[in-house]
T-cell receptor, first 116, second 113 residues
Framework: EAEVAQSPRYKITEKSQAVAFWCDPISGHATLYWYRQILGQGPELLVQFQDESVVDDSQLPKDRFSAERLKGVDSTLKIQPAELGDSAMYLC??????????????FGPGTRLLVL | GENVEQHPSTLSVQEGDSAVIKCTYSDSASNYFPWYKQELGKGPQLIIDIRSNVGEKKDQRIAVTLNKTAKHFSLHITETQPEDSAVYFCAASKGTGGFKTIFGAGTRLFVKA
């Protein structure tokens, strides 16, 4: 069964350092999402791509976060500089990206970030 | 914007009993309502979903109901088993391609053997 791949699974960094997370969606999925999940809360959308284009980044803290999906396949989420409040699980998800209302999103295992 | 509230935050049941989790949403334009199960150390996995043109959907021991007028939807798990123990999230979305999906805060379900 096809899965969304994410790496690394765990990352510990010091504040003010740069970190990067990688996501490889299910093959053929046009839509890719990055979510942040704080412990005890639901996932919160950071950025959504349709192919290589950003369709929603309204909740992305653009002063320190950036995301790209250059070839419309895999994606990288970067934080620079990291702050203590960035400690969370970063989830990547993908969906087919069709025209119907509502699509199943398939999530990867996540990257757990700890900022010291 | 859309707001999704989920209750209870924690639910403990005996094996074999039923479990019910309830969610309310604020945006009447929301038209797709998935439920996800998240086990420790893993990403959320879809367990069932319902669209706004349907009032109820069932898949073996899991069922979801939707009341568009009241803007609430519920997850029902019957004959619970220890492996049902996990965190469950409801979500609401509108638009095509899953655009703008808002998740509830989650319910931690414990099934006691």
């Amino acid at each position: 069964e096809a899965e969304v791949a994410q790496s690394p699974r765990y990352k510990i960094t010091e504040k003010s350092q740069a970190v990067a997370f990688w996501c490889d969606p299910i093959s053929g999925h046009a839509t890719l999402y990055w979510y942040r999940q704080i412990l005890g809360q639901g996932p919160e959308l950071l950025v959504q791509f349709q192919d290589e284009s950003v369709v929603d980044d309204s909740q992305l803290p653009k002063d320190r976060f950036s995301a790209e999906r250059l070839k419309g396949v895999d994606s990288t989420l970067k934080i620079q500089p990291a702050e203590l409040g960035d400690s969370a699980m970063y989830l990547c998800a993908s969906s087919l990206g069709g025209k119907r209302d509502g699509e199943t999103q398939y999530f990867g295992p996540g990257t757990r970030l700890l900022v010291l | 914007g859309e707001n999704v509230e989920q209750h209870p935050s924690t639910l403990s049941v005996q094996e074999g009993d039923s479990a019910v989790i309830k969610c309310t949403y604020s945006d009447s334009a929301s038209n797709y309502f998935p439920w996800y199960k998240q086990e420790l150390g893993k990403g959320p996995q879809l367990i069932i979903d319902i669209r706004s043109n349907v009032g109820e959907k069932k898949d073996q021991r899991i069922a979801v109901t939707l009341n568009k007028t009241a803007k609430h939807f519920s997850l029902h798990i019957t004959e619970t088993q220890p492996e049902d123990s996990a965190v469950y999230f409801c979500a609401a979305s509108k638009g095509t391609g899953g655009f703008k999906t808002i998740f509830g805060a989650g319910t931690r379900l414990f099934v006691k053997a």
